[in-house]
Antibody, heavy 121, light 108 residues
Framework: EVQLVESGGGLVKPGGSLRLSCAAS????????MNWVRQAPGKGLEWVSS????????YYADSVKGRFTISRDNAKNSLYLQMNSLRAEDTAVYYC??????????????WGQGTLVTVSS | EIVLTQSPATLSLSPGERATLSCRAS??????LAWYQQKPGQAPRLLIY???NRATGIPARFSGSGSGTDFTLTISSLEPEDFAVYYC??????????FGGGTKVEIK
């Protein structure tokens, strides 16, 4: 069974930093691109960042480029999101999501349960 | 950035009725569009990919159609568990993925 478990969320002051983690199991992690998607309270979904299976390709939404860094450790079956210079508008539930394979590439076929990040003074 | 506009924002229907949800893209996305369902307190679930292909385990009452800029998600006969928020997502610009704003299907 595919499982994605996020951790690392919490309350942080504006300008602060936080590192999110996503532990993957139930599939060959090193074969899949991975993503972070966020959802502000009561709002819709926003794609944040993607990383290819070997970390060769990395993409960011304009809203986080230069502040957030996505990375992965295939030996540990883990995905990360380092978030710096946090702003109030970064407050959201952050989901880890797997890219589908084959024709499902760049869609999200499995999601974690999410971790809440609150940026507030 | 490709902007996806979903309509209506809210759809009020009764169980057993047919639901028709729309997603319009600001430029052609070919058939590279997916639909997701999200229930309160849960992560989204992939329903449809590449406009018309049902994801694994998705009931046949869910169907997708369209290409280019206009897409439709149809739920042929609403079950109680189908009342949720639905999002479309494009992968045509695979470096900048985007979602629509969502359509809430609520019980009338």
């Amino acid at each position: 069974e595919v499982q994605l478990v996020e951790s690392g969320g919490g309350l942080v002051k504006p300008g602060g930093s936080l590192r999110l983690s996503c532990a993957a199991s139930g599939f060959t992690f090193s074969s899949y691109s991975m993503n972070w998607v966020r959802q502000a309270p009561g709002k819709g979904l926003e794609w944040v960042s993607s990383i290819s299976s070997s970390s060769s390709y990395i993409y960011y939404a304009d809203s986080v480029k230069g502040r957030f860094t996505i990375s992965r450790d295939n030996a540990k079956n883990s995905l990360y999101l380092q978030m710096n210079s946090l702003r109030a508008e970064d407050t959201a539930v952050y989901y880890c999501a797997r890219d589908g394979d084959g024709s499902g590439d760049r869609y999200f076929d499995y999601w974690g349960q999410g971790t809440l990040v609150t940026v507030s003074s | 950035e490709i902007v996806l506009t979903q309509s209506p924002a809210t759809l009020s229907l009764s169980p057993g009725e047919r639901a028709t949800l729309s997603c319009r893209a600001s430029q052609s996305v070919s058939s590279y569009l997916a639909w997701y369902q999200q229930k309160p307190g849960q992560a989204p679930r992939l329903l449809i990919y590449d406009a018309s292909n049902r994801a694994t385990g998705i009931p046949a009452r869910f169907s997708g159609s369209g290409s280019g800029t206009d897409f439709t998600l149809t739920i042929s006969s609403l079950e109680p568990e189908d009342f949720a928020v639905y999002y479309c997502q494009q992968r045509s610009n695979w470096r900048r993925l985007t979602f629509g704003g969502g359509t809430k299907v609520e019980i009338k």
